[in-house]
């Protein structure tokens, strides 16, 4: 099993939508957690990061942790076409500072 | 300027050849990191280095080679070109100051392409 799990997408959405990208993991020891978005032919750039469980709000960005579940989230608001990108989830694992990546999710705002 | 860069940005080279992809830093981050992303298998971490005398193998290191030339300078080696290994290769920085969980700053890519 893969220490992160991640749909491929795509997913296509109309502008002002409201989006849900989803990852799972498999070690309950990871409490690390962050998104990275990647535009096409750039490099992934942090998103946001969360530590353990609850929600953090960056605008209209929200990332949420349930540990019972070992489940992840980032719901964006209010989707803009600038949103479209490549969402990646990731975790630190291995006990050091090694991130680990879900395949990422394709996310598509049409106007 | 761009805090990582990479070159060349894009590559062709054929089955058996060597090359390097470079990479370099004006972060000032003491952690250096190469991936290869994959359409479906997303990104696979080759070789990291936490200063400039330490070298590891991450999840796919076969095949490939590093040298840590400086704080500022990481490059990759494909010793003999196959092509599986025609992918897009980021380098990456951090700073071990920051704790757990730190961040990570991505280059803009190098394509490569393996005949």
């Known amino acids: 099993q893969k220490e992160v799990e991640q749909d491929p997408g795509p997913l296509s959405v109309p502008e002002g939508a409201i989006v849900s990208l989803n990852c799972t993991y498999s070690n309950s020891a990871f409490q690390y957690f962050m998104w990275y978005r990647q535009y096409s032919r750039k490099g992934p750039e942090l998103l946001m990061y969360?530590?353990?469980?609850g929600n953090k709000e960056d605008g209209r960005f929200t990332a949420q942790v349930d540990k019972s579940s070992k489940y992840i989230s980032l719901f964006i608001r209010d989707s803009q076409p600038s949103d479209s990108a490549t969402y990646l989830c990731a975790t630190p694992a291995g006990g050091f500072q090694k991130l680990v990546f879900g395949t990422g999710t394709r996310l598509l705002v049409s106007p | 300027d761009a805090d990582v860069t990479q070159t060349p940005r894009n590559r062709i080279t054929k089955t058996g050849k060597r090359i390097m992809l470079e990479c370099s830093q004006t972060k000032g981050h003491d952690r250096m990191y190469w991936y290869r992303q994959d359409p479906g298998l997303g990104l696979r971490l080759i070789y990291y280095?936490?200063?400039?005398?330490?070298?590891n193998k991450g999840e796919i290191s076969d095949g490939y080679s590093v040298s840590r030339q400086a704080q500022a300078k990481f490059s990759l080696s494909l010793e003999s070109a196959i092509p599986n290994q025609t992918a897009l290769y980021f380098c990456?920085?951090?700073?071990?100051?920051?704790?757990?969980?730190?961040?990570?700053?991505f280059g803009p890519g190098t394509r490569l392409l393996v005949l």
């Open positions: 969360t530590y353990s469980s």
């Open positions: 280095s936490f200063d400039v005398k330490d070298i």
């Open positions: 990456a920085t951090s700073d071990s100051g920051q704790g757990a969980g730190e961040t990570q700053y």
